[in-house]
C-alpha cells in the first residue's frame, strides 16, 4: 500500500466537499487528476462534454525534476468517460493512436520518441463515490510501435521497436481526503515482447 499526499487547496478544488450516491463522469475525471497530482505530475488537457458523456482529447502529463535539473512528458489522446445506468462511469480508449514521451535533462540533451499504438481498446469500469472509488480494467494487449526517435546526445540513426503488452487486467482502489490520497493496485499481464533494431552511420 503506497500513500501520497495532497495539499488541502488541492483536494479541495478536485473535489469538492459534498459526497454524492454515484459518479459522474466529472468526478471520474476529476479523481484521474488527482491521481496523477499525487505522482507529482502537470497535467494540461482538451476536453468536451458530448451529451452525457466526456470526452478527453490530447492530454499531457509533465514531470518536473528537481532543482530546474529537466523535465520528462508523457503525451497522447485521453479516454471517453460516459455515464452507465447503474451510477458507475464506463472508460474507453480509441483503438488506436500515437503516443510520444520525451525529457530534457539540464547539460546532458533531450530525447523525445513517437510511437503508433495499436490494440489499445482497453477499458475500464469506475465505481463508488468521490473521494472512494474502484476502477477495473480490462485489455486484450496493446503494441507500441516506435515511428521517430530523436537524441541530442548522439548523430541521427534509423531506429525502429515494438514493444507488445498483455492481455491484461487491474484493479485500482482510490480513497482520499481533503489531506491524503491511498492508492492500491492489484493488476496482472500475461507477458509482453519487446523488439528493435538500429542503424547508426559510420559504424
Not at 475525471?29 to 496523477?36: A, G, I
Not at 458530448?50 to 509533465?62: K, N, V, Y
Not at 480490462?138 to 548522439?154: C, E, F, K, R, Y
Not at 492500491?184 to 499481464?189: G, I, N
Request: overall charge negative.
Amino acid at each position: 500500500m503506497t500513500r501520497f499526499f495532497l495539499t488541502t487547496a488541492m483536494a479541495t478544488v478536485l473535489f469538492g466537499t459534498q459526497a454524492q450516491a454515484e459518479l459522474s463522469v466529472d468526478d471520474a475525471w476529476n479523481t484521474w487528476k488527482v491521481q496523477l497530482a499525487s505522482f507529482g505530475l502537470r497535467l494540461e488537457a482538451n476536453q468536451n462534454h458530448d451529451g452525457d458523456a466526456l470526452q478527453i482529447g490530447e492530454m499531457r502529463a509533465t514531470l518536473d525534476f528537481p532543482l530546474g535539473a529537466g523535465k520528462a512528458y508523457l503525451s497522447m489522446n485521453g479516454p471517453r468517460f460516459a455515464p452507465m445506468e447503474d451510477g458507475s462511469v464506463a472508460v474507453t480508449f480509441a483503438n488506436a493512436g500515437l503516443m510520444s514521451l520525451g525529457g530534457d535533462i539540464q547539460g546532458e540533451g533531450s530525447l523525445a520518441l513517437a510511437f503508433e499504438i495499436e490494440g489499445g481498446g482497453a477499458s475500464g469500469v469506475m465505481s463508488g463515490i468521490p473521494g472512494d472509488v474502484v476502477t477495473k480494467w480490462s485489455s486484450d494487449g496493446i503494441t507500441a510501435n516506435l515511428v521517430d526517435m530523436a537524441d541530442s546526445s548522439v548523430q541521427a540513426c534509423d531506429v525502429s521497436g515494438m514493444i507488445r503488452l498483455g492481455p491484461m487486467t487491474s484493479t485500482v482502489s482510490t480513497v482520499m481526503d481533503k489531506m491524503h490520497i491511498i492508492m492500491t493496485a492489484d493488476s496482472e499481464w500475461a507477458g509482453y515482447d519487446i523488439s528493435y533494431t538500429a542503424s547508426i552511420p559510420g559504424l
